[in-house]
């Protein structure tokens, strides 16, 4: 069979599910291997075809009909992603095709005896992943002489000062500096920073057992501070293919984002060396695949290497943070997430943690990144020692939660270790974020071993809190009782929060996924500048059904929407309780007509809600020019969520302690609200202590 006639239809991507005997034949042809692409550097000289069947050899490729080279090589796949379900046994082709030419390439297969299927193929196009540190100083943050006016210098008030507190817990290095594990504070005015992971550790709580992979740009894993904690079984290097994962030296640094990642989480503890890793005592391994040009089949083998070995994967990178892209994973990668929360953890789900992105300062929006759309990764973005929202921070509806990292130019960042054996008190960006969730959720998974994918977002959710970062705006109460804000999810993670929640946690319901396409008949789909679209989408939840959904997890909108100027384009989606989530802001930056096909936004906003009524979707273009025209496409809203109430939700909303490291003393404002002996004597470990007490209770 020759397959050449579907090219018009399969253009760059082809789904072939017939069965045919002997020789098999398919072609690439000048439509699916992009011309521009085609004669770029960036020309990929790499496609991947599977196999349902092994028993098959390869006899050569063909050009035109006529034989020009044997290059393709079959193999069994060492791709964990394609070795299972349908695509077991499989096979991988990679093919190199020489030459750069619009010519139609067609590759002739050889069946042996048995029925061959081809189930797609796909050229592997080069991908731009951008690591989410490294930040340029954003000029508002460059600092400026500014000398104080003060008339009279007695007037200067005098900030109560704490003697800095000689705190013996560890005894490395910079564990002075790791202000986000300890109360490192030495004035009252600042709020307590910490994650409040102290308590966790002495409940003999470090991580033991978990095993967490960065996927990144390597590991420097002979470090005397990751060392102890390397695993080589989860470790692996998809740039040059091999099972060595040290990064590639360069005077510049640029391959240190792994290594410092990989500290965050697990440097070890009481040796001397660099800090403490959140998560001291875990397993850390490292999948180098930044390091080169990235394809959806390395994005695909780094999300499932040594699947059944990992509990957590942490990504600090992802599509350009430039303010203009819309790019999520492709193919393989997305199946190796489904894979993973399906079968990971022995089927309990593997975990995916994601930075949120750095795009702040281009005006960038995290809601046009598909890798934190994604219900199966969480996405975790970023608060500065002040509590505050970083200038680099991205806001979107798929965040879930914030760590601390660096903020404005004098505040502190993140310790961790560094190339050549070396430490930095400079970690930067969600970069810095993402590995601290990673190793907080790794606290938790030592806690209670059985906690599922969901059941980790579900605590998230119910223990992070409001009111380290309630300063910031943006913050709504949907009507589950669940504050949240799209620059900071759910709030600020507590570690002792989640990890004694995670103790005597039941497991939450089965999820369901109700699908509702969107009927837009006697709507109208059509809008301008200044004239939004409105568009109900009534839904039962699919009552009655298998399906059937009442409390609300993800939702999901996958739409197409074509317009003049994409950047200009702002979506929200108001649920049938009236919460108003905006699943898109505006992009200065992004002039792209190509509008958004198939892409799916996606929300956490609601969670806990119901998910039966009306829901309100609304378009709008308010930045214009007012040229501006377009409308909308098929649209699915896809709710997931469970029937029944999950257990922790039985016994009313959420409380919230809106005490938890409170900012004391601020100046200017509380000052006068404490009596500053009482304060010295009481305030100190305040809410640290009743939560302790309150847990040794609990247990
Ligand atoms: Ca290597
Ligand atoms: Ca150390
Ligand atoms: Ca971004
Ligand atoms: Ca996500």
Redesign the pocket.
């Given at each position: 069979m020759n397959l050449t006639t579907l090219h018009k239809d399969v253009q760059r991507f082809l789904l072939v599910q017939s069965a045919l005997r002997a020789i098999l034949t398919f072609a690439l042809t000048e439509t699916w291997l992009d011309p521009s692409v085609h004669n770029s550097e960036l020309f990929n000289p790499e496609f991947n075809v599977f196999i349902s069947d092994r028993k098959f050899a390869l006899t050569n490729m063909t050009r035109g009909g006529g034989v020009v080279g044997s290059s393709c090589i079959a193999e069994k796949s060492s791709d964990p992603v394609v070795q299972e379900d349908n695509y077991h046994p499989a096979l991988e082709i990679t093919c190199n095709l020489i030459e750069r030419t619009k010519t139609l390439f067609a590759v002739s297969i050889n069946a042996d005896d048995d029925v061959q299927v081809v189930l797609w193929a796909e050229e592997q196009e080069y991908k731009t992943r951008q690591k989410r540190d490294f930040i340029t100083l954003d000029p508002s943050d460059v600092p400026k002489i500014r000398v104080k006016r003060y008339e009279d210098q007695r007037r200067i008030y005098k900030r109560p000062m704490v003697a800095p507190v000689v705190d013996k817990t560890f005894n490395d290095e910079l564990w002075s500096q790791q202000w986000y594990l300890r109360d490192t504070r030495t004035r009252y005015d600042l709020p307590k920073l910490d994650l409040n992971v102290l308590p966790v550790y002495k409940e003999g709580i470090s991580g033991k057992g978990v095993r967490i992979s960065i996927l990144d740009d390597g590991i420097e894993y002979t470090h005397d501070d990751l060392r102890e904690n390397y695993d080589p079984d989860i470790s692996y290097d998809c740039n040059d293919d091999d099972s060595d994962p040290l990064p590639r030296y360069e005077s510049t640094k640029s391959n240190s984002h792994g290594t410092r990642c990989a500290g965050e989480v697990a440097m070890s503890a009481n040796n001397g060396k660099c800090g403490i890793g959140i998560a001291f005592n875990a397993k850390i391994g490292g999948v180098k695949m930044l390091d080169g040009l990235v394809t959806d089949r390395i994005e695909g083998t780094a999300l499932s290497y040594a699947q059944h070995l990992v509990d957590i994967y942490s990504a600090s990178w992802?599509?350009?943070?430039d303010?203009k892209?819309v790019d999520g994973p492709g193919r393989l990668a997305k199946e190796a997430m489904q894979r993973g929360v399906t079968h990971g953890r022995g089927g309990k789900g593997t975990i995916y943690v994601w930075a949120?992105?750095?795009?702040g300062s281009k005006n960038?929006?995290?809601n046009?990144?598909g890798y934190?759309a994604s219900p199966f990764t969480i996405s975790i973005g970023s608060a500065s020692q002040r509590g505050e929202f970083p200038w680099y921070g991205?806001a979107c509806a798929s965040t879930l939660a914030v760590t601390y990292s660096s903020g404005a130019y004098k505040d502190q960042m993140i310790a961790t270790t560094d190339l050549n054996n070396g430490c930095t008190i400079k970690h930067t960006g969600t970069s810095a974020s993402a590995p601290l969730a990673a190793g907080i959720i790794a606290l938790g998974l030592e806690a209670n071993p059985n906690l599922t994918w969901r059941d980790v977002q579900h605590l998230i959710v119910w223990t992070s809190e409001l009111a380290p970062v309630v300063e910031n705006p943006g913050w709504q109460q949907n009507s589950a009782g669940l504050w949240f804000n799209n620059r900071f999810g759910f709030g600020l993670m507590n570690s002792f929060g989640f990890v004694s929640t995670a103790v005597n946690w039941t497991t939450v319901p089965e999820r369901k996924t109700c699908e509702v396409v969107v009927d837009f008949k006697l709507q109208n789909v059509s809008f301008t500048f200044n004239m939004p679209a409105k568009i109900l989408i009534p839904t039962s939840g699919c009552k009655g059904t298998h399906q059937e959904i009442k409390y609300l997890e993800h939702v999901e909108l996958k739409t197409n929407i074509n317009y003049t100027v994409r950047g200009a384009l702002q979506i929200h989606l108001e649920s049938p309780s009236g919460t108003e989530v905006q699943l898109l802001a505006t992009r200065k930056l992004d002039k792209s007509d190509n509008g958004f096909v198939n892409w799916t936004f996606m929300s956490v906003m609601t969670w806990g809600e119901v998910a039966e009524g009306i829901w309100i979707l609304t378009v709008s273009d308010t930045m214009g020019p007012e040229s501006n025209y377009g409308n909308i496409g098929e649209t699915t809203l896809i709710l997931h969520g469970t029937k029944q109430l999950p257990n922790h939700m039985r016994y009313g909303p959420r409380n919230y302690n809106h005490n938890y490291n409170r900012i004391h003393d601020r100046v200017g404002t509380s000052r006068s609200q404490f009596n500053e002996d009482v304060f010295y004597n009481n305030n100190i470990l305040d809410y640290y202590n009743t939560i302790i007490t309150h847990f040794v209770n609990e247990i």
């Open positions: 992802g599509p350009n943070d303010g892209t949120s992105g750095n795009g960038d929006n995290c046009c990144d934190l991205e």
